[in-house]
């Protein structure tokens, strides 16, 4: 038992922090010319939490859904696996994500309407547009090129974050409950690791995960905001 304890994280982590982040040059690279596409694809994101139709907001759940599959075999199994064996066993989890995306995301009743001064849903569509459109320029901010930045559908940090954002706004609070974990037990690790390596971004998960837990505890219910007026959209 002295033993473990004499353990620390910086123990387990085998690679620099210049390595981490040439995983994402390298993701980045692999993708190429379709880079601009994925990017598209996030921004949709913006406007599939918005719509009222069934069709539209199942393509929106099985977007997300995709992104978090494709973060995991391509980002986790691929690049991030070899520098560190225990992203392999957070792959299943990821693409259980997926799958629960998909549930909610076909199911009206774990679904929330939108309403009029909802203020749940406003802080939820805030963290999307952070991660989608602010959150890959935190390379530019903190020194690194663009070309290690994090995007939504290739690094599990970014796609983590629009599901907290995509949570908060569409999900009931039942859904709550299997929506939110794996990306908050996932960004939890990931903060601690950024932590241990000394990069500044180690900051900016604590931040978002604290917004999601304080509009959470400060906000009504999902049923109140169901009797409010809703939103009007063509």
């Known amino acids: 038992m002295d033993t473990w304890l004499s353990y620390r994280l910086s123990d387990f982590i085998l690679f620099s922090e210049r390595v981490y982040w040439r995983l994402f040059d390298q993701i980045n690279s692999l993708v190429g010319a379709l880079l601009p596409a994925v990017i598209a694809l996030g921004c949709l994101l913006l406007v599939g939490v918005w719509s009222r139709h069934r069709a539209v907001q199942i393509a929106t ?8 599959i494709c973060s995991a075999c391509l980002f986790l199994w691929l690049y991030y696996a070899p520098v ?17 995306i998909l549930l909610v995301g076909i199911s009206p009743q774990l679904n929330r309407p939108l309403a009029r001064r909802d203020a749940r849903g406003s802080a939820g569509f805030v963290m999307l547009v952070y991660a989608v459109i602010v959150h890959p320029f935190t390379s530019l901010m903190f020194g690194r090129p663009l070309g290690s930045a994090e995007f939504v ?13 995509y949570a908060l706004m569409v999900a009931s609070n039942k859904a709550l409950w299997l929506l939110l974990p794996i990306p908050v037990v996932a960004l939890a690790f990931s903060s601690l ?17 604290l917004v999601t837990l304080t509009t959470l505890f400060s906000t009504k219910p999902a049923a109140d905001a169901t009797a409010a007026t809703p939103v009007t959209r063509p």
């Not at 559908?153 to 599901?163: K, V």
């Not at 690791?193 to 995960?209: C, D, H, N």
């Open 61 to 68: 759940a099985l977007l997300l859904a995709a992104f978090w």
């Open 84 to 100: 560190n064996w225990a992203a392999r066993y957070a792959v299943p989890f990821f693409l259980l994500e997926a799958g629960l």
């Open 153 to 165: 559908g290739l690094a599990p940090d970014a796609t983590a974050l629009a599901t907290l954002g």
């Open 193 to 209: 690791t950024l932590y241990t390596l000394g990069t500044p971004e180690a900051w900016v998960i604590p931040v978002a995960l």
